[in-house]
């Protein structure tokens, strides 16, 4: 997966879907990520608690398709600290890196599945 968004517009979608995403997680970590999907120039954001789901759909500069479940608090919070402009988003093995000017993180990713 790889893709380049600007920043406040993923920002604002990952702020919007990761209110739903639980802190608790003991039984199903999976619900306290965001799954992020590309399929061609569409970024789909979806997160769910079991009981409520939304979910967002962008148009981006996507490069490869494919799916990731990052934690929703983690990557909400880096994306919030980057400077503005375009953001690059690639999954590299099992971690999702995020570039954007001088900074480069790397996040670790749940399965799509």
Request: hydrophobic share 40%.
């Amino acid at each position: 997966m790889k893709f380049r968004i600007e920043r406040d517009e993923f920002n604002e979608a990952l702020s919007d879907v990761s209110r739903v995403a639980t802190a608790r997680t003991s039984a199903m970590p999976a619900l306290a990520g965001v799954e992020l999907a590309v399929s061609g120039d569409t970024l789909t954001l979806s997160c769910t608690d079991k009981e409520l789901s939304i979910q967002t759909t962008l148009a981006i500069g996507g490069q490869k398709d494919g799916v990731v479940v990052p934690t929703a608090r983690i990557i909400t919070e880096l994306v919030r600290g980057l400077p503005d402009g375009k953001v690059q988003v690639a999954l590299e093995g099992e971690s999702l890196i995020v570039e954007a000017g001088r900074n480069r993180s790397s996040v670790l990713c749940y399965a799509a599945n």
